[in-house]
């Protein structure tokens, strides 16, 4: 049996940037920044006063009573994947799918932190008055698969849920399990992807205890700067991507659009340290190189990549190291999260739907803030898009516990 | 002492907030589950607002007998 191909047939996303795909890609070919103040009094006393803030609201999305019931994290886990399952041409109508067998449906959605900020509050009530007060929805509201399962039930999708958890590499990694499952023959559609809503005094304060993120308070718009000589940190990032993948014979005869071909994943760990990167970047060599071998390509082939490039002094560098000896000096790179801040366990699937539309579009979308670039840099998109003929691109991620996945896109 | 009809506005105040039921749906004959939608884990807070709105304890050997407003009507004012 030959391995069937699985092709790229819809993307959903809301975040900092915009309330869709559309507008989140519009605001990236701009180079606008999704990061502000954070203005709630719970910020005033953080040594972090800056996130990048969901664009759209879920409320204006989802209705009062059903927000009730979802943690933030859930409630744009749906939001996206309503738009991915339109944009790819299918509907659900009172749970029954249309243009797929449910029981060839899968979804694959994970999250780095999960339902923290449900777990705190209701720790509050708990607290303050007592046991029972808790809400009733207090577990599928925080439970790690939640996203996922609620996902599940409002596409109907009965061939699996799954939830991958990797810390940052979440998104990607989730697609990859996507990548899996359909050519594993377990399903013929995958809606895959990240999500995370966790800009809360509690993480915010341990990723800053870390020493991890950007104090850049007084200068918001300018705090996310990878691979510039001045970057202190990442910019804590909040929203949801998800892609429908399918398989491609499938999609075909649907008539489906093609937005891009998934011809190759790589899932490496480092076995180094728990938060550290490995200094030469030895995991994340070996996972670029696993991808490259999946998708049939060399280094040579790869036009464009999507980096991980969060802002940290030590991350951002290790990476461009390893690209050199995993891939060349050839590349055009771009660091997304110069505008879009760090959505933790959606980042990669933010990323790869950019990397995605940059394939489509021919255009590297830029990134800012790099004014003053640390030497031995790559080629760098900086402040304005690149037009570029991209046959193939690679998106990376990385997460604590030394997680790297490297995902291959090509045109279709 | 409230009356029954103030009774059934208030559970029909905390049903609009739970569970997105239309209070001019709310009837004494109309019951929780089959005709206003109220799921197990939405009812369980139905209970936990009355019991704060009308000053009583409800325990959960007693909700299972709870199936339409009305009984809940009768059972927050025989016990209030």
Redesign the interface.
Known sequence: MTRPDVVVTGLGATTPLGGDVASTWDAMLAGRSGVSALTQDWATELPVRIAAQLRVDPSEVL???RL??LDRSEAVAIIAAQQAWADAGFSTVDGKTDGVDAERLAVSIGSGIGGAQTLLAQDDILEASGA??V???TVPMLMPNGPAAFVGLELGAQAGVHCVASACATGAEAIALGLDLIRAGRADVVVAGGTEAVIHPLPIAGFASMRAMSTRNDDPERASRPWDKGRDGFVLGEGAAVVVLERAEHAAARGARVYARLAGSGITSDGYDIVQPHPEGAGFVRAVRKALADADLTGADIAHVNAHATSTPTGDMAEIAGLRAAIGDHPVLTATKSMTGHLLGAAGALESIATILAIRDSTVPPTINLEDPEDGLLDVAVHKPRALDIPAALNNSFGFGGHNVALIFTRP | MSSREEITAGLAEILEEVAGVNPADVAEEKSFTEDLDVDSLSMVEVVVAAEEKFGVKIPDDQVQNLKTVGDAVTYISSNA
């Open positions: 209705d009062r009573v009730r019931r029972r007060r809400s009733p929805h």
